[in-house]
Structures are given as C-alpha cells and as structure tokens.
C-alpha cells in the first residue's frame, strides 16, 4: 500500500513539475528581454522552443494591431466625401497583404539572416560547440525585441492625428500621388513628439537587438565578450544589407 501511495506521489510530482516546465518556458520571451544573461545561460544548456510558441502569438498580435492602427489614421476621399480607409473595399486586401509581407520578411527573414550570420560567423572562433538547431532556437528569442519595437509603434499610430488624403484608394499608386502622401505626413506628423519617438525608438530597438545578439553568442558559445562582439557585428551585417533597420 505504502509502495503504491509513493508511486502514485512521484507521478503527480512528475506532473506538477512538467507542467511548471512548461509555464517557464513559455514566459522565455519576457525574461529574455529583463534578464537576458542568465535566460540566454539557460537556454544554453537547454534550448527551450515551447517559448518560441509564445513569441509567435505576440508577434502575430502586435503586427496586427500594428497595422490595423495605421490604417485608422488614413482619410480617403471617396465619391467626393472624406471616407475611413476602414470603410473602403480595398481595407481587407491592403490588410492581408502588408500583414503577410511583414511577417514573411520584415519578421521571419530577418530573423533568418542574422540568425545564420550569427551562427555561421559564431564557428569562426574556438568555443563551445552547438548545433545550427539549437542555435536557431536560442537565436529566435532575439526577435522579443521586435514585438516590443512593433507594440511601440502601434501605440504611436493610435495616438497620431488622422490624415486626409486626396486620393481615392491605398496605397498611392502614382507618383504625384506618393510625393502628395510623404508631403502630408512630413508636415502632420514629423514634428509631433509621439511620432519622432517612435521613429528613435527603431534605433534603439536595433541597438538592443545587438546588444541581445552579443549576449546571445556569448553564452551559446562560452566565448569572450570581445569575441562575442565580433560575432554580433559580422552577423547583423546579412540583415542590415539586405532590409536595413528592423
């Protein structure tokens, strides 16, 4: 009876542990960006993709929103009369498009490229060994720092005064029109301080991206800080390139 009763004890401590598991996996994104040394040591040791599940849902969250405020912002005129771009048939199409090219190469490419520069240019220095899987899941973490960055500016856009555009769909497809659109909002927009923190806040987001990135390979790779810094530099050079800032 006793041997039973332990057993059965064991298994809901297996249990209970396993599930606790899995709840600290699953808050990885968030402990990368506030303690990212010892987070980055763990994942180290045990590259944990249940938190890359986590990451996906912010991501998709955020980008959404993100996209969804801006296009509260934009006035068209349509049939004469100042119109929502929310209200116009050309909304759902613009939406999924956008949507889907920031996901597949503002997001997933990104992340791809500097994933693979880190990880190839990471090999050129003696250090601890690891698989380019497991590089790529602790490397995906990096991309917390993009969810914030897109959170930031949707707050931005939600706080922005609407622009009334004298064009009847979007985007603008003509020149003269895209010239009247850049126009407009360099002169409603620019000078306000909401929207040129947004714009700054890019900087530092790719900033802390470099900096996450060195901490990253530092601990992956049980290499020195100078090394890691090396590493960090040459590796975000492929995104840089090719997309500019995130």
């Known amino acids: 009876m006793s041997s039973k009763k332990t057993k059965a004890e064991e298994t809901a401590t297996e249990s209970q542990a396993t599930k ?3 709840a600290m996996d699953l808050i990885l994104p968030f402990k990368v960006l506030v303690m990212p040394l010892g987070t980055f040591r763990q994942l180290a040791q045990r590259p944990a993709a ?16 993100g996209h969804y405020a801006f296009a509260t ?5 349509v049939d004469g009369q100042l119109t929502s771009f929310l209200a ?9 498009r956008t949507f889907a090219q920031t996901l597949s190469l503002y997001i997933l490419m990104y992340w791809f490229m500097f994933a693979l520069g880190l990880a190839l240019a990471g090999r050129s220095f003696k250090g601890r060994e690891t698989t380019l899987r497991n590089s790529f899941v602790i490397l995906g973490y990096l991309l917390s720092v993009l969810v914030v960055l897109y959170a930031v500016r949707a707050v931005m856009y939600l706080a922005l005064p609407s622009i009334p555009f004298e064009i009847s769909s979007w985007p603008p497809s003509e020149q003269v029109e895209i010239d009247n659109v850049v ?7 620019r000078p306000l301080f909401i929207y040129q923190f947004g714009m700054y806040f890019s900087l530092v987001a790719f900033a802390w991206l470099v900096l996450l990135g060195g901490v990253a390979v530092k601990t992956m790779r049980e290499i020195s800080w100078a090394k890691a810094s090396i590493v960090t530099f040459v590796g975000f050079l492929f995104p840089v390139v090719l997309f500019g800032l995130p």
């Open 88 to 96: 116009t048939s050309g909304f759902a199409d613009w939406f999924t």
């Open 183 to 189: 126009t407009l909002i360099s002169e409603i927009w």
């Open 73 to 77: 912002k934009i006035i068209l005129r």
């Open 20 to 22: 606790s598991s899995t």
């Open 50 to 65: 249940k938190g890359l599940v986590t990451l996906a849902a912010l991501i998709l969250v955020v980008s959404a929103l």
